[in-house]
């Protein structure tokens, strides 16, 4: 029997690289999926601009200083289940979501950090890998928990970290890396994982 095609929504914030990477894999079928939605908590994304150019359904949910995480993670759900994904790809999404919204997308739910985790958690990476004089760096994609930049690891790419780096050219290796590993974890989710292929 034919399955469905999976279906990814993917949370961006910012410039949306990492979800150029992903489109660019779905057109050139690395990635057996299609992308049915782009969500941003800032309407000014770029990524929003990238996903119109690719005729995908884009959704903007701003989070105002009086929302609570829970209540914001809730109006998240409740956008997303109209979309059906079966995987929810975290791309530069700097919200932090509630242990509520964690637990309702336990094992579907998948994020990307700069750094080689557990080291580096958070913010500033590249400056801190840069100050502590680190000879490896690199990227992780990781299932995502209630606790920000944890949570099991899926795979990492490492790269050496040269003399004269500085935050922004180590940036933009780090950036080169995310764009080869993210897709082909994704693709790797969406061809092995049977809960991500079980819509018959
Ligand atoms: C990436 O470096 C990713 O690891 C981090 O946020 C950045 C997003 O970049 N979580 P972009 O918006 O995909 O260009």
């Given at each position: 029997m034919l399955k469905a095609r999976p279906k990814i929504a993917v949370l961006i914030s910012g410039r949306g690289s990492n979800l150029q990477a992903i489109i660019d894999a779905v057109q050139n079928k690395?990635?057996?999926?299609?992308?049915?939605l782009v969500l941003s908590n800032?309407?000014?994304?770029y990524g929003l601009e990238r996903a119109k150019l690719a005729n995908i359904p884009t959704e903007v949910l701003v989070k105002d200083k009086a929302t609570t995480r829970e209540h914001y993670s809730q109006a998240l759900q409740e956008i997303l289940s109209r979309y059906e994904p079966d995987l929810v790809v975290l791309a530069g999404f700097m919200q932090v979501l509630s242990q509520q919204f964690v637990h309702a997308f336990q094992g579907k739910l998948i994020n990307i950090h700069p750094?080689?985790?557990?080291?580096?958690?958070?913010?500033?990476t590249h400056e801190r890998v840069i100050a502590a004089k680190e000879r490896f760096s690199g990227v992780t994609v990781h299932y995502v928990t209630?606790?920000?930049?944890?949570?099991?690891?899926i795979a990492q790419s490492q790269l050496e970290v040269l003399p004269e780096d500085t935050p922004e050219t180590l940036e933009a290796r780090i950036h080169a890396l995310e764009h080869t590993l993210y897709p082909e974890v994704i693709a790797k989710l969406v061809m092995n994982n049977p809960r991500l292929l079980s819509k018959e």
């Open positions: 690395q990635i057996p999926a299609d992308i049915s800032n309407p000014t994304a750094s080689l985790l557990p080291a580096y958690k958070g913010l500033n209630s606790e920000v930049d944890e949570g099991p690891i």
